[in-house]
């Protein structure tokens, strides 16, 4: 016994279209919640972006409306830029070339939020680090 799939059964594009577009809408509002986690806006806003192409393209062949893929291409593109201004820091690090120019040894310390800017503040005040601490070995 085997089943045929008539043409009446399967769907048409404008169905799919909605169906992605409707998709693309509900992937742009969680990336837009879960931008401020920054890697959750990276992620879910590149694959709403994406899903809101998809669903612009099958519209394009069934004639829908494109509300929903447009609206889903808006909320996925902002929280893809919110959550690459949250991790801006992450991806592309801290200039240390110029950290703690200017400063003193207990200015750049205060500014130092990691051990290895703490020691970064350490070798460019050496001088004034071995005054303080003679004793130390590094």
Request: proline share 1%; glycine share 10%.
């Amino acid at each position: 016994m085997t089943s045929d799939i008539s043409a009446s059964d399967e769907r048409s594009p404008a169905a799919n279209a909605r169906s992605a577009g409707l998709f693309a809408l509900g992937l742009g509002a969680v990336a837009l919640l879960s931008s401020w986690t920054g890697w959750g806006g990276i992620v879910v806003g590149i694959v709403a972006v994406v899903c809101a192409a998809v669903s612009l393209w099958l519209a394009r062949h069934g004639g829908t409306r494109r509300w929903r893929a447009v609206l889903g291409a808006i909320l996925g593109a902002a929280a893809l830029v919110i959550g690459l201004v949250v991790e801006w820091d992450t991806l592309f690090g801290v200039d240390e070339s110029h950290f703690g120019v200017g400063l003193n040894l207990d200015q750049c310390m205060a500014q130092a939020d990691t051990a290895k800017l703490q020691h970064l503040c350490k070798t460019q005040h050496l001088d004034e680090f071995m005054k303080r601490y003679p004793n130390s070995d590094e």
